[in-house]
């Protein structure tokens, strides 16, 4: 009987303790996200205590972007023109620094994006990663064609329970920054035309 009980018990616990708690939202305009050809990555805000969040995070996005083909403008060449328009902190732009952006940087769209949440939480000395992250890709006018926004928990009731050895944070910020812009896929959408 016991061991009938394990056969049950077991992969339920396996399937209960591996999982990572996560959600993702996402919105797509198809038509004006099938043009986005080239984009500047914006610099992103970052709401957490880790300075470097933010920037891990684009540079992220970057590497994502290049990886399904998309032309990315070098991020310095990004950071001189958003230095030299004056925007303060290099965050909030308005219709008229995109036009002007978009025609010295000669891109059909923009990427922006936030680390709204990127921490290690406890449980007795069981420690693990929280991520949560919004990003948005506009055209040249500020509209926004597509945006993904979630929240992932590297929580894991086996890794407590067993003292396993959670995620790396950096590494969790990348697995789910490249997890939300799995949604976004311009050249899948223009073959669908």
């Known amino acids: ?15 209960a303790g591996c999982a990572s708690q996560g959600n993702i939202n996402f919105f797509v305009k198809p038509k004006s996200a099938s043009k986005i050809e080239r984009v ?26 290049l ?13 001189r023109e958003v230095k030299r328009l004056g925007v303060p902190n290099g965050f909030y732009f308005d219709v008229n620094d995109l036009r002007v952006l978009a ?10 994006g936030s680390v709204d949440e990127y921490k290690i939480e406890r449980r007795g000395s069981y420690a693990y990663p929280v ?17 993904a926004s979630g ?5 894991s009731t086996l890794g407590r329970l067993f003292g396993l050895k959670t ?20 050249k899948e959408l223009k073959s669908k035309k």
């Not at 009987?1 to 399937?15: A, G, N, T, V």
């Not at 500047?40 to 972007?65: C, H, W």
């Not at 949560?132 to 500020?142: E, F, P, R, S």
């Not at 929240?151 to 929580?155: C, E, G, I, L």
């Open 131 to 147: 991520i949560a992250l919004t990003i948005k890709v506009m055209d040249t006018n500020g509209n926004v064609v597509w945006q």
């Open 103 to 112: 025609d010295v940087l000669k891109v059909n769209g923009f990427v922006q």
């Open 151 to 155: 929240v992932k928990s590297y929580y």
């Open 167 to 186: 995620k790396d944070p950096i590494i969790a910020l990348q697995e789910f920054t490249y997890q939300l812009l799995q949604t976004f896929n311009p």
């Open 1 to 15: 009987m016991k061991r009938l009980l394990m056969i049950f018990i077991l992969p339920m616990l396996l399937i």
């Open 67 to 79: 990886e399904k083909g998309i032309d990315v403008v070098p991020k310095g060449e990004v950071d």
């Open 40 to 65: 500047a990555v914006l610099p992103f805000m970052n709401y957490s205590t880790d300075k470097f969040a933010g920037g891990r995070a684009r540079d992220f996005v970057i590497t994502a972007l």
